[in-house]
């Protein structure tokens, strides 16, 4: 007969799974876009080729010494979700903008084919669960998440540019007086000016700093104006007076249809171009310091130059004017004008040579200038300044 007895339920000692997952990039498609408005284009473009993401799922047995194992072949009740501006949404097998692959080893494997736009966000949520056949009583549940950013790198506003520095002299006596004045608007690194994605205004600006549309070269003031295109302006500048002050503004939009007026956020571009003559010397030529007995009349040849040398033929710019004096006296005066005077000689005489900047054309008026005056044609007249 037992005297006593002991009775225990045995059973293994498991230790439950430990799971473990990460979404990876699969391929060269980066998680992250950026758009450019003026393009209408993401980089990359999903819809041309899409982001692949892997959720791998691992289960790791911690009696074990080994690396734990993918088990996405076996997983079930596997789900993604897709979270745009606060609105979670499941995604389904008959949404093309993803695909979800629905077995084997990449199983869960999600493209996404459709682009994210700038200010929004997408958070993409996989849910799956998982049950080792070798115990029927461990479930494994597996989230991860992933977020989908796109960043705007547009431009915070197009560029304008004018091939004329803020500050111009122009030279009368070397320079060419015509001005062509070239306009380039860059929107995302590209030059739209002259295409019907924008539209250029050119003014001119007055004493008072008021500004004046140059439309299309017909204007009331629009004396100095040689031609205007879609994005040039060219002058005469000998027709600007002493100088003028033009403004440059632009409309823009990347769908083509630019604004009738300057688009406000677009900072304008402004050249001043002044009427500059340097210093010059000068002399003349055909002259002897001793003339023959009986010479009346002498005829000199004015030569101009500037600090790079003789200038050719001056004298649509500049006047010469000639004085003389007796030799008992000091007391000069005016005897001709021009570059080919023809001045009376008298023993022991002076001469003197005074070159004037004859000046920028002006309008031409009567005497009290209450009157503009005009050809038989209409047409208004003008001379230099000085003549």
């Known amino acids: 007969m037992a005297l006593t007895n002991q009775t225990k339920k045995l059973s293994f000692s498991r230790i439950p799974l430990r799971p473990s997952g990460t979404i990876e990039i699969t391929g060269s498609v980066p998680g992250r876009q950026e758009y450019q408005a003026e393009l209408g284009e993401h980089t990359p473009d999903y819809t041309l080729t899409p982001l692949t993401l892997f959720p791998r799922c691992n289960a790791t047995d911690p009696n074990l010494a080994t690396k734990g194992k993918t088990v996405n072949a076996a997983l079930t009740n596997m ?40 200010g929004h966000t997408l958070s993409l949520e996989f849910y799956a669960e998982y049950v080792d056949s070798t115990r029927p009583g461990d479930a494994i549940v597996f989230r991860m998440s992933f977020l989908v950013i796109c960043t705007d790198s547009t431009e915070a506003a197009p560029v304008l540019m004018i091939d004329s520095p803020a500050s111009l ?16 608007l860059l929107a995302a690194g590209m030059d739209v000016a002259g295409t019907d994605k924008c539209r250029i205004f050119f003014y ?13 070269g017909n204007g009331e003031n629009d004396w100095e104006v040689v031609s205007v295109t879609d994005n040039t ?23 083509g249809n630019p604004p009738s007026s300057p688009d406000e956020a ?33 005829q000199p040849y004015p030569v101009v130059r500037d600090t790079k040398g003789v200038l050719a033929d001056p004298w649509d710019v500049l006047r010469a004017d000639w004085y003389t004096a007796p030799s008992t006296s000091g007391s000069y005066t005016l005897k001709a004008r021009g570059s080919s005077p023809d001045i009376p000689f008298t023993e022991g005489m002076m001469l003197k040579l005074e070159v004037a900047d ?18 038989g044609e209409g047409r208004v007249l003008m001379a230099r300044k000085s003549n």
Not at 169 to 184: C, E, G, M, Y
Not at 359 to 370: C, F, R
């Open 169 to 184: 002299d122009w030279n009368p006596l070397r320079d060419t007086a015509r001005q062509k004045i070239s306009v380039r």
């Open 266 to 298: 677009i900072s304008p571009a402004t050249t001043t171009i002044r009427r500059r003559i340097p210093a010059l010397e000068c002399d003349w030529e055909g002259v002897p310091r001793e003339l023959p007995d009986g010479n009346l009349a002498i």
């Open 358 to 375: 004859r000046g920028p054309y002006a309008i031409l008026t009567n005497a009290n200038g209450t009157k503009v005056l005009t050809d």
């Open 204 to 216: 001119r600006m007055s004493e008072g700093g008021a500004l004046e549309l140059i439309s299309d």
């Open 79 to 118: 789900k993604w979700y897709r979270t745009v501006d606060g609105v979670r949404t499941l995604i389904a097998t008959t949404d093309t903008d993803y695909a979800v692959t629905q077995s084997g080893e990449e199983k869960g494997k999600l493209q996404v084919k459709k682009n994210v736009m700038p």
């Open 233 to 255: 302006l060219t002058i005469d500048r000998d027709y600007i007076g002493a100088g003028q002050t033009y403004v440059v503004k632009a409309g823009y939009d990347e769908n």
